[in-house]
């Protein structure tokens, strides 16, 4: 099993910047990707960033050269830092982890980005 805990969600103004974390735990040996999915109200989930281990991250087209995905093995956690934030990018940001085909994900948490 994997645990996956994010955190660093917010409210935020627009054109300011916010960074998500997710730190894994349990069996985290063997984990391919890890990647950020978001879910706005009344839309269905899509994907945010996506990179798989000792790889590059991929980004969804609406976050290229705003949102980038760093991972730190050491501490078994990967970011987002948000920047340029809009209200578009308003949802609940969730942390996913993929081993052995098996999916796993974070409780979620919120970003708003309003005036």
């Known amino acids: 099993q994997v645990q996956l805990v994010e955190s660093g969600g917010g409210l935020v103004q627009p054109g300011e910047s916010l960074r998500l974390s997710c730190a894994a735990s349990g069996t985290i040996f063997g984990i391919n990707d890890m990647g950020w999915h978001r879910q706005a109200p009344g839309k269905q989930r899509e994907l945010v960033a996506i990179m798989p281990t000792g790889g590059r991250p991929n980004y969804a087209d609406s976050v290229k050269g705003r949102f980038t995905m760093s991972r730190d093995n050491a501490k078994n956690t990967v970011y987002l830092q948000m920047n340029s934030l809009k209200p578009e990018d308003t949802a609940v940001y969730y942390c996913?982890?993929?081993?052995?085909?098996?999916?796993?994900w974070g409780q979620g948490t919120q970003v708003t980005v309003s005036s």
């Open positions: 996913k982890a993929v081993r052995n085909s098996m999916t796993y």
